[in-house]
């Protein structure tokens, strides 16, 4: 099975997610559980956030190597199961790629389903959603711009949902699949350019709020 999580800036939520989900494949033994994770307004190129990664790390799994990633077609059709962070972002990820709502759910829904009704599959959890109807909290908010303390908050809550899911699912039902290299931009006439953007206090939300705006990079200088 390969599982695709989404949030928004990839730095925080879906890169704690995707590294979990390593870590649970390698502990058990799952060479077909693969992840990876891409933002819908994602501060492309950045590493995880260095908070988030002292919470990857305390939860067991590594956070080296990561970049961020703008959430692509390509990305959702390779998925098995496609994981949001929250409602909208489910519904984004949806838009972006239509036919694939049965294989497209926020975390916590696709965690209360299944250890609800006891689906394990994303075809039984498609189905049952249908009965289930909408569930509360379905939400895992974002911590960027809060303190440490709201990481660790939200890095549990991602692993208190997924663990229990992975547990559930039955995870070779789905085709192993490595994750794919983004492909390389068609040449143009100019290349994109990278914004230097002077050091801010909470270089995150700025660059966030950049991202949205612009389709490249976005770096920092003093």
């Known amino acids: 099975m390969h599982v695709l999580f989404v949030c928004s800036g990839n730095v925080c939520r879906s890169p704690i997610a995707e590294r979990l989900t390593h870590a649970y494949a390698l502990a058990h033994g799952l060479p077909h559980l693969t992840a990876e994770s891409a933002g819908v307004r994602a501060l492309v190129g950045f590493p995880i956030e260095p908070v988030a990664a002292r919470v990857v790390e305390g939860l067991g799994a590594s956070a080296d190597g990561f970049r961020a990633r703008r959430l692509r ?27 694939t709502s049965h294989c497209t759910f926020t975390l916590r829904e696709a965690c ?5 009704t ?7 959890l498609a189905v049952a959603r249908r009965k289930y109807g909408e569930i509360d ?11 440490e303390a709201a990481f660790a908050q939200v890095g549990d809550r991602i692993a208190a949902e997924l663990m229990p899911l992975l547990d559930t699912l039955d995870l070779g039902s ?25 050091l801010s206090p909470r ?13 490249y990079p976005v770096s920092w200088s003093r």
């Open 112 to 116: 209360k389903i299944a250890t609800d």
């Open 174 to 198: 789905g085709t192993k699949r490595e994750p794919e290299p983004e492909p390389e931009p068609e040449p143009g006439p100019r290349p994109s350019p990278v914004v230097h953007l002077p």
């Open 118 to 124: 006891g689906a394990r599959t994303v075809a039984e």
């Open 73 to 99: 077609p390509e990305m959702i059709k390779r998925a098995d199961l496609v994981l949001a962070m929250t409602e909208q972002i489910r519904d984004r990820s949806m838009e972006l790629l239509l036919g």
């Open 137 to 147: 909290d379905a939400n895992i908010s974002d911590p960027v711009g809060l303190g």
């Open 203 to 215: 270089p995150l939300i700025a660059a966030r709020a950049a991202s949205s705006i612009l389709d």
